[in-house]
């Protein structure tokens, strides 16, 4: 529900607000959410409850819901409007890509480094040896924030090292394309 319900809640703002401002401006804020909802599972792992971890997951997916609001009309507006289907299934061929490195990297980074210490045995743990348990939820808990605080930091240095060129306004790319 938090990842659908960021792309739900997000998507007619976003159009909005490129709309009134320009596709810079609607990446630079994809980017920005993005960057919150990632940096945000640092404090949700702190505090070790279900809900803070949502609400970044979900600050985060608002941020991907304004990026590829952006993304598809800013890949249409790039060229003549007879190859515009061409570049748009040109950019789209990429998810796949991204999602299946993105299975692979959880796979071996996230998962393989979980304790395996099954539900049962922390439930018991929650009893006997809170201690334990406590240790046990901490080493999972920097095992899933790592990879986010990274993607968080990389995202973050792309928006402060990396010029991003010069987008037009919805109407300007509209005006400039199609007629």
Avoid at 88 to 94: D, E, G, H, T, V
Wanted: aromatic share 14%; charged share 15%.
């Amino acid at each position: 529900s938090a990842f659908y319900g960021g792309y739900c809640f997000m998507a007619i703002p976003a159009a909005i607000f490129i709309k009134r401002f320009s596709y810079k401006s609607g990446i630079l804020m994809g980017l920005a959410l993005y960057v919150t909802g990632c940096l945000l599972f640092i404090p949700a792992g702190g505090m070790q409850q279900f809900a803070p971890f949502l609400a970044a997951y979900f600050i985060m997916t608002c941020g991907l819901s304004f990026l590829e609001t952006t993304a598809n009309p800013y890949v249409l507006s790039m060229g003549s409007a007879a190859t515009a289907t061409r570049r748009l299934n040109f950019a789209q061929a990429f998810n796949p890509m991204g999602s299946i490195t993105g299975m692979f990297i959880a796979k071996e980074i996230i998962l393989a480094r979980l304790n395996s210490t099954s539900e049962a045995e922390r439930r018991i743990l929650v009893e006997t040896d809170k201690d334990a348990f406590d240790a046990i939820a901490k080493s999972d808990l920097d095992v899933i924030v790592g990879p986010y605080l990274i993607l968080g930091i990389v995202v973050r240095l792309f928006l402060l090292f990396l010029p991003l060129p010069n987008f037009l306004t919805r109407h300007q790319a509209k005006a400039r394309t199609w007629t």
